[in-house]
C-alpha cells in the first residue's frame, strides 16, 4: 500500500493508460477521481470503489477551465486534498501538415499540451496551500523524437516535456514533484483500434520486440507518485522498450 490515503486525480482514466493507473493507484490504497468526457467512467468508479477506497467521476473535458477548476476543487471539496495529479488526457491524430487544418492542429495542441498547463496550475495552486503533492505529466516517446505524420501531438508533447522540467524546477522546494512518463506505444484503445500491418510496423521500432501494455506504463506512474520517487524532479521517464535508444 505505497499510497495509502492519498487522494489522486487522473485525468483520461476511463480508457488505456489512464484506466490502468486509476485500478493500480487504488490498489496501493489511494482514493482515485477521474476527470473525462467518457460517461463510460461513471459506472467504471462504481466498480472500482472498496469500502476503503473511493473512486469517483467527475465529467471534464480537459481542454475547458472551468471544468479543470471544478474538477480540482471538487476533489479537494469530497477528500479535503489532492496529493497526486495524473494528467494523462491524450488524442491521437495522423496527419502530414498539407492536410491539416489550423483547427485540426489547435484542437490537438489543445487537449494534448494546454490541458497539461491547466491541469497542472489549479493542482499546483491546492497543493501549495496543503504543504505539497506529486504530478506527473503524460509524455510520449514524441517528447524527444518526430515521427511522419504526427507533428502536432510531437510539437504537443515537446511542450509537455520542457513545461514538466520547467515547473519540476519551480517547485521542488515547496514540496510538489513534478515529472512525466514518457510511453513508448502502448496498446490501448488509440492504437488497437488501428490495422494490423500497421501494429506490426511499430512493433518493429521497438527493440523489445512488441508495443507496452498499460499496466507497464502505470507502474512507472506509481513510481512517480510515489515516495519511492523522492529525489526525481523535472524528470521526462523514458518506458519505451528501447524506442528511443536506438
Ligand atoms: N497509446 C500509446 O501508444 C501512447 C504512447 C505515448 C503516449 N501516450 C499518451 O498517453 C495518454 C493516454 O493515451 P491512451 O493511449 O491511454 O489513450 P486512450 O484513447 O485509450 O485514452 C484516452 C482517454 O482520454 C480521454 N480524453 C480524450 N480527450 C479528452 C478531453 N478533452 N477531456 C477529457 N478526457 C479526454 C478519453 O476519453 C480516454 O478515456 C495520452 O496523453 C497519449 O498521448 C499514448
Redesign the pocket.
Known amino acids: 500500500m505505497r499510497l495509502k490515503d492519498k487522494v489522486a486525480i487522473i485525468?483520461?482514466?476511463?480508457?488505456?493508460?489512464?484506466k490502468a493507473t486509476v485500478e493500480l493507484l487504488i490498489q496501493e490504497g489511494a482514493h482515485v477521481v477521474i476527470?473525462?468526457?467518457?460517461d463510460n467512467g461513471i459506472e467504471l468508479a462504481k466498480a472500482l470503489s472498496k469500502p476503503e477506497t473511493n473512486c469517483t467521476f467527475i465529467r471534464?473535458?480537459?481542454?475547458n477551465e472551468e471544468d479543470i477548476k471544478h474538477l480540482v476543487n471538487e476533489t479537494v471539496k469530497q477528500y479535503g486534498k489532492l496529493d497526486i495529479l495524473f494528467a494523462?488526457?491524450?488524442?491521437?491524430e495522423a496527419t502530414m501538415i498539407e492536410e491539416m487544418s489550423y483547427q485540426d492542429w489547435q484542437r490537438v495542441i489543445n487537449?494534448?499540451m494546454n490541458?497539461v498547463f491547466l491541469s497542472n496550475k489549479y493542482a499546483i495552486e491546492t497543493m501549495l496551500s496543503s504543504g505539497g503533492g506529486a504530478i506527473i505529466n503524460?509524455?510520449?516517446?514524441?517528447s524527444f523524437v518526430g515521427q511522419a505524420s504526427v507533428m502536432a501531438?510531437a510539437a504537443a508533447?515537446g511542450g509537455v516535456a520542457n513545461l514538466t522540467r520547467t515547473l519540476g524546477v519551480n517547485y521542488a522546494s515547496k514540496g510538489i514533484r513534478i515529472n512525466s512518463v514518457c510511453?513508448?506505444?502502448?496498446l490501448?484503445?488509440?492504437?488497437t483500434s488501428k490495422p494490423q500491418d500497421f501494429i506490426d510496423g511499430l512493433i518493429k521500432n521497438h527493440p523489445i520486440g512488441r508495443?507496452a501494455e498499460?499496466m507497464e506504463i502505470a507502474k512507472a506512474v506509481l513510481f512517480l507518485a510515489s515516495d519511492d520517487a523522492s529525489f526525481v524532479v523535472g524528470s521526462n521517464l523514458i518506458v519505451d522498450g528501447g524506442y528511443t535508444a536506438q
Not at 485525468?11 to 489512464?18: E, L
Not at 503524460?138 to 514524441?142: D, Q
Open positions: 485525468t483520461g482514466g476511463t480508457k488505456g493508460i489512464g476527470g473525462d468526457m467518457d471534464t473535458d480537459v481542454t494523462n488526457a491524450g488524442i491521437g487537449v494534448n490541458s503524460n509524455g510520449s516517446v514524441l501531438n508533447k510511453p513508448g506505444y502502448t490501448t484503445p488509440i492504437i508495443l498499460p
